[in-house]
Nanobody, 120 residues
Framework: QVHLVESGGGSVQAGGSLRLSCAAS??????MGWFRQAPGKEREAVAT????????YYADSVRGRFTISRDNAKNTVYLQMNSLKPEDTAVYYC???????????????WGQGTQVTVSS
């Protein structure tokens, strides 16, 4: 059975940093990433990583401030978030996709979510 377990959320002042971790168990994935959902808004992709393609995606709103990385030995994906802004406040979800290509068109798996709150 697949499990994605996130950690590292919390509260921080604007300009601060947080690092999220997501440990996967049950299988390995080619595609992993982070999504977020703010109150009253739809869930959006923040950053994703395709191991087979060696590619990453960042939302325009976080490019240059957030960095996604992966430790295959630990089957863990990270999201380093710097220069945080109040508008980054949301529940952050780790996600994985079973497809072997770079497109997220396979079975989706989600973590339970971790709250990130940025105060001004």
């Amino acid at each position: 059975q697949v499990h994605l377990v996130e950690s590292g959320g919390g509260s921080v002042q604007a300009g601060g940093s947080l690092r999220l971790s997501c440990a996967a168990s049950g299988r390995t994935f080619n595609n992993m990433g982070w999504f977020r959902q703010a109150p009253g808004k739809e869930r959006e992709a923040v950053a994703t990583l395709s191991w087979s393609a060696g590619s990453t995606y960042y939302a325009d709103s976080v490019r240059g401030r957030f960095t996604i990385s992966r430790d295959n030995a630990k089957n863990t994906v990270y999201l380093q978030m710097n220069s945080l802004k109040p508008e980054d406040t949301a529940v952050y979800y780790c996600a994985a996709d079973s497809s072997l290509g770079s497109k997220w068109n396979g079975d989706k798996y989600w973590g339970q979510g971790t709250q990130v709150t940025v105060s001004s």
